[in-house]
């Protein structure tokens, strides 16, 4: 099983779409947890934090169940700039950023 | 420029050739990482480097893999006999120091990458 498991899509969505992502992990003893955006052919990025309060930032917001170990993304009016690979992050702890990538989810907001 | 910087970008080589990566992190972090991304898979953890010492390199695949950070700041991977299998992006990411407190968000900055091809 892979430490981080992502729904690998594509998910095809008009402008103006609500569109959730979903990622669960293995490890219950992850410390902190991430949403990165990858676009075609560059580097991650880190897109934001994901917190057990769930957290928000303009059109996403991110939330995390620990006893479920499941976090996921949601991103509220689509855009065309939102078309992206969105990579699921858990840092498994240790006190340096050992980052455990899932293999992403592919996103197409089309016109 | 002020982010993390790899060379080469491209890089061709044949089966068993020895190849060299290298990194320029931010400056001021003292955190460096490798990782390697194959085609519609996440990036995968290969080295961490806190200053000049490999602090983890749990995720080196074989000892074909090595990697150096002299002086604290450029690193360098390096792949001796090169496989097919070896052809991947070679990510290199910095960041500040261990996590401690709340300075560190525990963001990794990316270079753009060395796409690595083994014919």
């Known amino acids: 099983r892979k430490e981080v498991e992502q729904d690998p899509g594509p998910f095809n969505v008009p402008e103006g779409a609500t569109v959730a992502f979903n990622c669960t992990y293995s490890?219950?003893?992850?410390?902190?947890f991430f949403w990165y955006r990858q676009d075609c052919r560059k580097e991650p990025k880190l897109l934001m934090s994901?917190?057990?309060s769930g957290n928000e930032d303009g059109r996403f917001t991110a939330q995390l169940n620990r006893a479920s170990q499941y976090i996921s993304l949601l991103i509220r009016d689509s855009k065309l700039s939102d078309s992206a690979t969105y990579l699921c992050?858990?840092?498994?702890?240790?006190?340096?950023?050992?980052?455990?990538f899932g293999a992403g989810t592919r996103l197409a907001v089309h016109p | 420029g002020a982010g993390v910087s790899q060379t080469p970008s491209n890089k061709v080589t044949e089966k068993g050739k020895y190849v060299e990566l290298r990194c320029d992190p931010i400056?001021?972090?003292?955190?460096l990482y490798w990782y390697r991304q194959s085609l519609g898979q996440g990036p995968e953890f290969l080295i961490y480097?806190?200053?000049?010492?490999?602090?983890?390199d749990s995720g080196l695949p074989n000892d074909r893999f090595f990697a150096v950070r002299p002086e604290g700041s450029v690193s360098t991977l390096k792949i001796q006999r090169t496989e097919r299998g070896d052809s991947a992006v070679y990510l290199c990411?910095?960041?500040?120091?261990?996590?401690?407190?709340?300075?560190?968000?525990?963001?990794?900055?990316f270079g753009e990458g060395s796409r690595l091809t083994v014919l």
């Open positions: 990411a910095s960041s500040l120091g261990p996590v401690y407190g709340r300075m560190n968000t525990g963001e990794l900055f």
């Open positions: 490890n219950s003893a992850s410390q902190s």
């Open positions: 994901v917190y057990s």
């Open positions: 992050v858990v840092n498994p702890g240790g006190g340096y950023n050992k980052l455990i």
């Open positions: 400056s001021g972090h003292t955190a």
């Open positions: 480097f806190q200053g000049t010492g490999a602090a983890d």
